[in-house]
């Protein structure tokens, strides 16, 4: 990817749709059926930390590349979605090839 703000995208955007499928997955399983609920507890702040750093991603993308706003809002929208980051991941990768056209 060219541009810096759209790899850091990307990234967050991996990073927040493994950290949720951890949380969903793994740690409320740990909870509810062998209760271990600091699974949820630590996993929970570490995805928490990571959406936030995913927002704030978006809003650089939107203050410096100036995507159209339904771009943040779906891409904001798309993280509650399990799998949903994989997806629009590949949408990014093709915006970032039509910029540097």
């Not at 749709?17 to 609920?37: C, E, R, T, W």
């Not at 702040?45 to 779906?74: D, E, M, N, P």
Request: aromatic share 14%; net charge positive; glycine share 6%.
């Amino acid at each position: 990817m060219k541009s810096k703000e759209l790899k850091f995208l990307h990234i967050m955007g991996i990073l927040d749709g493994i950290s949720l499928l951890v949380l969903l997955g793994l740690a409320m399983p740990l909870k509810y059926f062998a209760d271990f609920p600091i699974a949820v507890r630590i996993t929970g702040s570490i995805h928490g930390a990571i959406f936030v750093t995913y927002c704030v991603a978006i809003l650089i993308v939107q203050l410096k590349i100036r995507w159209k706003f339904r771009y943040s809002l779906i891409s904001g929208a798309i993280a509650f979605i399990p799998f949903g980051n994989f997806v629009f991941d590949r949408f990014i990768k093709q915006y970032d090839r039509d910029l540097q056209k």
